[in-house]
């Protein structure tokens, strides 16, 4: 009896190590990686491959080829994935993930004044973003499409 609830244990021990394994991918948001822009060339949005989990980011927007907004970013590993924000250099505000898919990923952060909640997704050749509100409000919408100069996306 001891024997066999000690294998038990072994077993589900061993399940639940390769569960966490799984969700735990360093590259599971690889998808997102490459130089993306929106159709007018005024918004831009860099992410680096995966350094073990980890990817770093930036976004500028342009107006008469001046850059008026940058961002850095940086989403760290974790069990499931943290979205740093440094609006201006400034932060970081951390949105954790609370959706995560293989095209997909949502991440939020309730007590954030705007945005509270981020979402990217890919699909096919574009990459979308949405900001909004907790309640989907107030939404933004970013289509990026692969860059056209300065690199490339996958």
Not at 35 to 40: G, L
Not at 95 to 116: G, I, M, R, Y
Request: aromatic share 12%.
């Amino acid at each position: 009896m001891v024997i066999r609830f000690c294998a038990t244990l072994i077993l589900v021990g061993a399940c639940t190590t390769q569960t966490m394994a799984e969700e735990a991918d360093p590259n599971r948001l690889d998808w997102l990686t490459g130089c993306w822009q929106s159709e007018s060339g005024k918004t831009r949005e860099v992410w680096s491959q995966s350094e073990d989990g980890y990817y770093f980011g930036y976004s500028v927007v342009a107006r008469d080829t001046h850059v008026v907004f940058f961002e850095q970013m940086r989403i760290d590993p974790a069990p499931m994935p943290v979205f740093n924000a440094y609006p201006s250099g400034a932060g970081p505000s951390a949105f954790p993930a609370v959706e995560l898919s293989a095209h997909s990923v949502t991440f939020a952060n309730p007590a954030h004044d705007f945005p509270q909640k981020i979402t990217y997704t890919r699909e096919g050749a574009a990459l979308n973003a949405v900001i909004s509100r907790m309640d989907d409000s107030s939404p933004g919408y970013f289509n990026y499409v692969a860059c056209t100069e300065g690199g490339t996306s996958d």
